[in-house]
């Protein structure tokens, strides 16, 4: 089992930036590929970012590319998704989650989420 805890979601302003955590707990986080998600209300969550056990591969969803960043610190079981020239459309449940299978691989485990607002 692994549990996972999100958190530095808020309130900001477009333009602006955020930095969210998801400190994991229970096995050994180095053996779990992370990704990030987020479902906005009335919608269906979407995919944003994943990294790999050893955080060297990255992927992002379009709407993200070169304005988020995931990254981790297995020394600190701690993954990161920092964002940047945050949009109104970003404003989201932002939820992260580990697999210990490949990252295209349906993921285990899920945080409760943090909550990310974007004003215009």
């Known amino acids: 089992q692994v549990q996972l805890v999100e958190s530095g979601g808020g309130l900001v302003q477009a333009g602006g930036s955020l930095r969210l955590s998801c400190v994991a707990s229970g096995r050994t986080f180095s053996s779990y590929a992370v990704g990030w998600f987020r479902q906005a209300p009335g919608k269906e969550r979407d995919f944003v970012a994943t990294i790999v056990r050893n955080g060297e591969v990255t992927y992002y969803a379009d709407s993200v590319k070169g304005r988020f960043t995931i990254s981790r610190d297995n020394a600190k079981n701690t993954a990161y998704l920092q964002m940047n020239s945050l949009k109104p459309e970003d404003t989201a449940l932002y939820s992260c989650?580990?697999?210990?299978?490949?990252?295209?691989?349906?993921?285990?485990?899920w945080g409760q989420g943090t909550q990310v607002t974007v004003s215009s």
């Open positions: 989650a580990a697999t210990s299978q490949a990252i295209s691989s349906p993921y285990e485990y």
